[in-house]
């Protein structure tokens, strides 16, 4: 007999959300595949197939699709591409997927009564529409039911209160990071399973359920993004290759391509975080001729961003419950923004004006064309692109609306808490501190200029690159 808190005790990686005996006359574990969309290197996997094998048990890999709060065909395609993938990684461990449609609480608890389950294990979601779903599941089952931190380095309960900035995170982050950025290693199933002894659902074609989906069409799939998690390690190789020894200098550089393009793998979670995390860490360059490449100032800026201010972005979504609206921004930013509520606007921009890319700052047009086409805009325009619909919209509370709904509405890696906290950051000063002097509209909100990106970057090129006319011409 084995009891699910116990069995689990010592990793801290997992939540027990209803606690007892695994059911003795159990015929598998199921994996409720949620967050961490991936065959391989995920923890989440691993802990129900050491549950399976303590119990002699098969693991039945589940996938539910849903009706996702304000995903479109671009959200969709992607995701399913990278499922399809899955399906594939999970049949070779012997780990068969199962795929099913509707609302993931009421089928996962459907298909663990039909599988006779001995237990449920799932991954986490920071966002409120998974941890819903999370908690729906925990008073609806009657067996064992945990979740695995698996989309963090460091798991989320070691901060259990909102953190203020990186620089109360970075600290306990650090202190933490030589226990838990570790390779992860695909745990062998001793119990394997040909195919699940229930109907797969279409595991052979998961883009068939397209057409089932109540989604707006509107927005096309990304020409350039492929889904999956073959697909994000490529990209990983390729960013470590070429691209990580001058990240520190080049990441700011909106006119070329000097990040790794990989928040949209890390938000479906087709690549695990903390896999790429150790193989950064771990990176030795190649020496080329005499010279040895030095990437230690690219290796530190990139974990930065990768851990400090992702698990930041996770800790905010956690732990604040106004995390997508003005009222989660610190009150000096709410405030300083309140006092120049009445300050007159130069320009004002409807909703469909600035989706339509039609303002006055072809810089910023140029960056909502980047969006809306690829599915990603470069991080250092998201600042400026956020902060323009501050300065161009009636009140602050406008302008987060307008900018949650574009960033969620074409970002690949929207609907994320990173978008969330990047739109907080530039709009309420998340994470941020004042920065007199107060400016109209801005008050003490720190400010971006055009002028400034033109000493920054070469915004020429940039909006050559995604001018009508050259989209057009493509
Ligand atoms: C207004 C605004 C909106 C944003 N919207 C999103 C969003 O919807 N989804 C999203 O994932 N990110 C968002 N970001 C954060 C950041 O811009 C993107 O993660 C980054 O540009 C993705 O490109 P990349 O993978 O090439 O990043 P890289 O520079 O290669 O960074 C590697 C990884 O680190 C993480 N990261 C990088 N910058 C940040 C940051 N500032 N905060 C938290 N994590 C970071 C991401 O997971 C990223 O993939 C937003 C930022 C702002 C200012």
């Not at 990240?247 to 087709?270: C, D, I, K, V, W």
Request: aromatic share 10%; proline share 6%.
């Amino acid at each position: 007999m084995i009891e699910l808190t116990t069995f689990f005790a010592t990793d801290e990686r997992i939540r027990v959300y209803r606690p007892g005996l695994c059911a003795e006359q159990g015929r598998c574990v199921l994996y409720w595949m949620q967050r961490a969309q991936r065959g391989q290197e995920n923890q989440a996997l691993n802990a129900a197939i050491s549950l399976g094998n303590a119990l002699s048990l098969p693991v039945v890999v589940a996938f539910v699709i849903a009706d996702y709060p304000g995903a479109n065909l671009r959200h969709y395609q992607f995701m399913l591409e990278g499922v399809a993938q899955a399906a594939r990684h999970l049949a070779k461990r012997g780990t068969p997927l199962v795929i099913r449609r509707g609302e993931p609480p009421r089928e996962i608890v459907t298909l663990a009564h039909e599988l006779q389950s001995a237990a449920v294990i799932s991954d986490e979601g920071e966002l409120r529409t998974p941890r819903r779903w999370r908690q729906r599941v925990t008073e609806q089952i009657d067996i064992p039911f945990a979740c695995v931190d698996a989309d963090v380095v460091v798991p989320s309960k070691f901060f259990p209160k909102e953190e203020w900035a990186a620089r109360t995170i970075r600290p306990k982050l650090q202190r933490l990071l030589p226990t838990y950025l570790q390779p992860i290693a695909d745990l062998e199933t001793l119990h394997p399973l040909n195919s699940p002894p229930c109907d797969p659902g279409n595991v052979a074609d998961p883009q068939s359920y397209l057409d089932s989906l109540q989604i707006d069409r509107s927005v096309a799939p990304s020409p350039i993004y492929r889904g999956g998690q073959d697909e994000g390690k490529r990209l990983l190789r390729r960013f470590i290759a070429k691209r990580l020894s001058t990240y520190e200098t080049q990441r700011n550089l909106p006119e070329l391509a000097g990040t790794s393009e990989l928040s949209a793998y890390l938000h479906f979670g087709q690549l695990s975080v903390q896999q790429m995390a150790w193989e950064i860490e771990q990176h030795v360059p190649e020496a080329t001729g005499s010279a040895q490449i030095d990437i230690t100032g690219g290796r530190a800026a990139y974990l930065e961003e990768l851990i400090v201010r992702r698990e930041l972005a996770v800790n905010f979504a956690l732990r604040n419950p106004n995390y997508d609206t003005l009222a989660g921004c610190p009150t000096w930013g709410q405030e300083t923004l309140r006092k120049h509520q009445n300050d007159p606007r130069p320009w004002l921009y409807t909703r469909e004006e600035l989706e339509q890319a039609r303002t006055h700052d072809e810089l910023w047009n140029a960056s909502q064309r980047e969006m809306m086409v690829t599915g990603r805009m470069h991080g250092y325009m998201r600042m400026y692109w956020a902060k323009k619909i501050l300065e161009w919209s009636a009140s602050a509370e406008e302008a987060f609306g307008h900018a949650v709904y574009l960033n969620d509405r074409y970002e690949l890696d929207g609907r994320d808490a990173n978008g969330y906290t990047g739109i907080a950051w530039a709009i309420g000063g998340k994470h941020d501190r004042p920065w007199p002097p107060e400016r109209p509209i801005f008050g003490l909100i720190r400010y971006m200029t055009l002028s400034g990106m033109q000493r920054k970057m070469d915004t020429r090129l940039y909006i050559y690159k995604w001018s009508k006319a050259t989209l057009d011409r493509a």
